[in-house]
């Protein structure tokens, strides 16, 4: 008898549960206030898909700002401030307050290029030591051909071409229309003598023949104006 009475009410219980409709997660109970579009899509399969696609895309942009580059930051630099050159047998390269090494030359036009102080006549040098290939060389060179100009016979600019011969300067003479006392240096016999070891250099030599500054690199019209200024005493 009580086994009979165990097993009805056993099988009353299972009727009634199986009867129940199916409880949703406390996460995804009915709220009554959501809007019944937005209830339809979070049941359909497409909101399930939305939301996987929407939390990739989020992913992707966090990624992307872990990596991206730092534009708040310096640009990087698209020509180098000094170029690197190999003369054998470099000295040490003069300092302010010594004397410049002397040299005879000779320019693109066969005219005989003295340094040294009884040849100067008075007048300071800008020595500069380039190369044609020289990208950061080539982007002061119109700098350097106005500051010549708005010198004059103040200062005497005289560039040098570390390892070149001739004909190659006097190439990219002609293609960019410089117009002052240019050197080729094929033997690196001057630029030895001057310790260059990274192009564009540039040595401002009183009318003395003491070096008075010293500047590797690329200047810019400002650096350029400055120095020529205190070479000149303008």
């Known amino acids: 008898m009580r086994d009979d009475m165990s ?9 009634d549960v199986s009867d129940l409709p199916d409880a949703e997660p406390a996460s995804r109970a009915d709220d009554p206030d959501e809007p019944a579009w937005r209830a339809g899509i979070r049941g ?8 996987l696609i929407v939390a990739a895309f989020a992913i992707a942009i966090a990624a992307w700002w ?17 170029t690197e050159v190999d003369v054998a047998g470099a000295d040490r390269a003069p300092v302010v307050g010594q004397r410049a090494p002397g040299f005879t030359a000779t320019d693109l036009d066969s005219q005989e290029v003295v340094l040294d102080a009884d040849a100067m006549e ?3 040098v800008w020595l500069m030591f380039v190369a044609t290939w020289c990208t950061g060389c080539r982007t002061e060179m119109p ?5 010549a100009a708005e010198y004059g016979d103040d200062v005497e600019v005289i560039v040098v071409y570390v390892g070149e011969d001739a004909a190659a300067v ?3 003479s002609e293609r960019v ?3 002052f006392t240019q050197v080729p240096d094929r033997s690196q016999a001057i630029s030895a003598a001057y310790g260059i070891m990274g192009v564009p250099s540039h040595f401002f030599i009183g009318a003395d023949g003491v070096v008075q500054q010293v500047q590797v ?4 019209p400002a650096q350029m104006d400055e120095s020529l200024r205190a070479l000149t005493g303008a």
Do not use: C, H, M, W
């Open 44 to 51: 359909s399969r497409f909101g399930q898909v939305a939301v």
């Open 7 to 15: 097993d009805e009410l056993l099988e009353e219980t299972s009727a």
């Open 177 to 179: 229309g410089n117009d």
């Open 66 to 82: 872990a990596v991206k580059p730092d534009d708040a930051g310096p640009a990087q630099a698209e020509i180098a401030v000094v």
């Open 170 to 172: 006097s190439a990219y």
């Open 217 to 220: 690199g690329l200047l810019t």
């Open 143 to 147: 700098d350097v051909q106005a500051a």
């Open 122 to 124: 008075g007048r300071p």
